[in-house]
């Protein structure tokens, strides 16, 4: 089956610090990968997302890399803010789209001024 | 144009009673989707709508759990005689017709259910 194994937290990062967090998958085929986030309060929302072996995806300074030979899809940001602490979720979906997605356990991210 | 609407947002059900969860997807949406997050779990998928269709109920329990989008109006996730390890927050998510790679769904608040 489908699955996917996140960096379990909670992470705590001082302002401007580099950030990392690990996400591995099991899967069927050839997945597409995302990275969602959820603030304080609020529902989730995409991130970023790659859908094949090799794609980089980036958003608001946050990246992550395809990488099928490791089955990998680690989030990273050179220099996190304050405004990122939020729960962030890995997640792939065998159906191509942002729609049916096999979700991690999620990562709670607080970053300290 | 307003994202996607749960309600409520908190639910507290005694053990036995119904349990019913509402999902306004956004505006043009035809797909709503269902998640149910447990303590210290991600999400998992439940089921997949489209208007007055089930496309997909692999992820709902066998007994006890229903769901519809109906013609008109929201689309209700049932919780018939809950009992306390349905306590979780559920999350709903809605996505236009289509099934190119780009196509994203959009994720409602969630309803966090707690069963005394």
């Known amino acids: 089956g489908n699955s996917v194994t996140q960096m379990e937290g909670p992470v705590t990062l001082s302002e401007e610090a580099f950030l990392t967090i690990n996400c591995t998958y099991t899967?069927?085929?050839?997945?597409?990968l995302f990275w969602y986030v959820q603030y304080p309060g609020e529902g989730l929302q995409l991130l970023l997302k790659?859908?094949?072996?090799?794609d980089k995806g980036s958003n608001k300074g946050f990246e992550a890399t395809y990488r099928k030979e490791t089955t990998s899809f680690h989030l990273e940001k050179g220099s996190v803010q304050v405004s990122d602490s939020a729960v962030y979720f890995c997640?792939?979906?065998?159906?191509?789209?942002?729609?049916?997605?096999?979700f991690g356990s999620g990562t709670q991210l607080t970053v300290l001024p | 144009n307003a994202g996607v609407m749960q309600n409520p947002r908190h639910l507290v059900r005694r053990r036995g009673q119904e349990a019913r969860l509402r999902c306004s997807p956004m505006?043009?949406?035809?797909?709503v989707y269902w998640y149910r997050q447990l303590p210290e779990e991600g999400l998992k998928f439940m089921v997949y709508?489209?208007?007055?269709?089930?496309?997909?109920e692999s992820g709902m329990p066998k007994e006890r759990f229903s769901a519809e989008f109906p013609k008109e109006g929201p689309s209700i996730l049932r919780i018939q005689q809950v009992v306390r390890g349905d306590s979780a927050a559920y999350f709903c998510?809605?996505?236009?017709?289509?099934?190119?790679?780009?196509?994203?769904?959009?994720f409602g608040q969630g309803t966090r259910l707690t069963v005394v």
């Open positions: 998510a809605s996505s236009p017709a289509g099934t190119g790679v780009n196509t994203e769904a959009f």
């Open positions: 899967a069927t085929g050839y997945p597409s």
């Open positions: 790659a859908t094949k072996a090799d």
């Open positions: 997640a792939l979906s065998v159906f191509g789209s942002a729609r049916q997605l096999t």
């Open positions: 505006k043009g949406h035809s797909h």
């Open positions: 709508l489209q208007k007055e269709n089930i496309i997909d």
